[in-house]
């Protein structure tokens, strides 16, 4: 007889295939489980962290349920039965009226139409465009002889440059879509049926003739008391290099470099004083003013370190306690706009609060490295509690530099050191005249329409003659 043990180590063949199933189903349920884990963690992550843009966010939350009044204040609008101002008048001369011809037939019936006893005619007002494609003109340029200096002399054609096919509209309009709205340069040349190479040739030749107006730009930001700076990565011909923008006012300088090393800074500010709002990046140590950390920067970092540290209740905390002070820090210009008193009262008690926080104990290394930067760095951190013109935040280089990050998305960097340097003066000159004119591209025509006629013309002058470079800050 067999014992009851024996029995038990007797293994039939069902039962080994129930156990080796078993063996693969938790084998897949932990592989799944895994998968789960990893697709939940990209979720929660973002490829820049809190600066990450909501198109890029894998996951976006919900609109929460808001009351009704603040529903009401985001949709904007004015309240329902108050009337609207209507439409504006566009600038410009008064247009002649264009007289249409009276209907004779009903275009129901066909019956004869009569006249109303009082008149019933009605004047619209119309917004129309020309289409401003390129058409070929052929101008006869008349010679004659001098005796005296024995030599030809001819007119100069107006509306172009010297021994250019391309009119000045041409090269504005193309420049203007190209470096200013980010049109594809191949884009532009089917607009205007020029080719691509004609035009990147022509761009080139516009750059070294609107090189000392980039100059005088330069000049103007070295001068300006309130500065801000900021940078973004630009390849040229598959090399990794960096593109800067350096804003003052309605000035930008845009500087495509292969570096991203202290000398480009050093070579747009030298010589040059008074406040420079940037980020954190030891390039900008160069300058010889007072440079001012952005807020904007702290309270990323701030909040970067609660969400790195989902455990820690210190972090939390601190995140808390500081992160609303540094979004009050960074409206506040807004918020006492025209009055400066209340601004530097405001502004000593919020820096009074940080600065509690800031020294508080803590034991946590994240809470300790965001109140360290806050120690070393008081000379760089409180410029805005004492000039209501310095903003806490560098929100206006950083919208300055999206047009470069659009451009690289596009066009990939330049494909050549010239092309670079072509970008660099022509972005500075168009995107400074779009902040002070409402068509940069015909101001850039007339300026060159000068130059066409008188050689010698100051092109800075010819370009940025008459215009406010500057607006008041409050």
């Known amino acids: 007889m067999v014992s009851q043990r024996a029995a038990q180590d007797c293994l039939c063949a069902k039962y080994l295939g129930l156990l080796a199933e078993n063996a693969r189903l938790k084998e897949e349920v932990a592989r799944l489980k895994a998968r789960l884990s990893r697709q939940e963690r990209d979720a929660r992550e973002a490829p820049f962290g ?11 939350p919900s609109l929460p349920e808001l009351p009704e009044e603040e529903f009401r204040r985001r949709k904007g609008g004015a309240p329902p039965g108050r009337p609207g101002h209507g439409w504006k008048t566009p600038e410009g001369p008064e ?49 004659r002889y001098c005796p005296g200096c024995r030599k030809p002399v001819r007119p100069r054609v107006p509306g172009v440059l010297p021994k250019t096919r391309l009119t000045n509209n041409v090269l504005a309009r193309a420049a203007s879509e190209h470096y200013l709205d980010g049109v594809p340069m191949g884009t532009a040349g089917q607009r205007l049926g020029v080719p691509k190479g004609t035009l990147l ?11 000392p107006a980039e100059d005088g730009l330069r000049d103007l930001f070295r001068q300006a008391a309130v500065k801000h700076a900021d940078e973004t990565p630009w390849r040229t011909d598959g090399d990794n290099g960096y593109a800067w923008v350096f804003l003052a006012g309605r000035v930008r300088l845009f500087v495509c470099a292969g570096t991203r090393a202290m000398s480009v800074p050093a070579a747009v500010l030298a010589g040059s004083g008074g406040s420079l709002v940037t980020d954190r990046y030891a390039a900008y140590n160069c300058f010889a003013g007072s440079r001012c950390y ?30 609303p002070w540094l979004r009050q820090a960074m409206s506040l210009r807004r918020a006492c706009a025209g ?19 800031a020294e508080a104990p803590a034991r946590h290394p994240a809470v300790q490295h965001i109140q360290d930067i806050f120690r070393e760095n008081a000379d760089r ?13 560098n929100n206006a280089a950083e919208r300055a530099v999206r047009p470069l990050a659009v451009a690289r998305k596009v066009s990939h960097g330049s494909q050549s050191v010239k092309g670079r340097e072509t970008r660099s003066v022509l972005m500075s000159v168009l995107h400074t005249l779009a902040a002070c004119c409402k068509d940069p591209a015909a101001r850039l025509a007339e300026a060159l329409d000068k130059y066409a006629q008188d050689r010698t013309a100051n092109m800075f002058a010819a370009v940025f003659g008459g215009l406010s470079l500057y607006i008041p800050t409050q």
């Open 50 to 60: 809190l600066s990450t843009p909501s198109a890029q966010r894998l996951v976006k």
């Open 95 to 143: 247009p002649a009226v264009e007289e249409l011809p009276a209907p004779d037939a009903c275009p129901c019936c066909g019956g004869p139409l009569e006249d109303f006893a009082g008149g019933a005619e009605d004047v619209r007002e119309l917004l129309d465009c020309h289409p401003q494609p390129a058409f070929r003109r052929r101008v006869r340029v008349p010679a």
């Open 201 to 211: 040739n022509a761009m080139h030749g516009l750059a070294a003739l609107l090189r």
């Open 294 to 323: 952005c807020f904007e920067h702290l309270k990323r970092d701030t909040l970067a370190a609660a969400l790195e540290n989902p455990a820690s209740a210190e972090c939390a905390a601190f995140a808390d306690a500081l992160a």
């Open 339 to 357: 009055d400066n008193v209340s601004y530097l009262v405001r502004a000593a008690f919020i820096r009074r609060r940080i600065e509690d926080i």
């Open 381 to 393: 951190l409180w410029r805005w509690t004492e000039d209501p013109r310095v903003p806490a935040e």
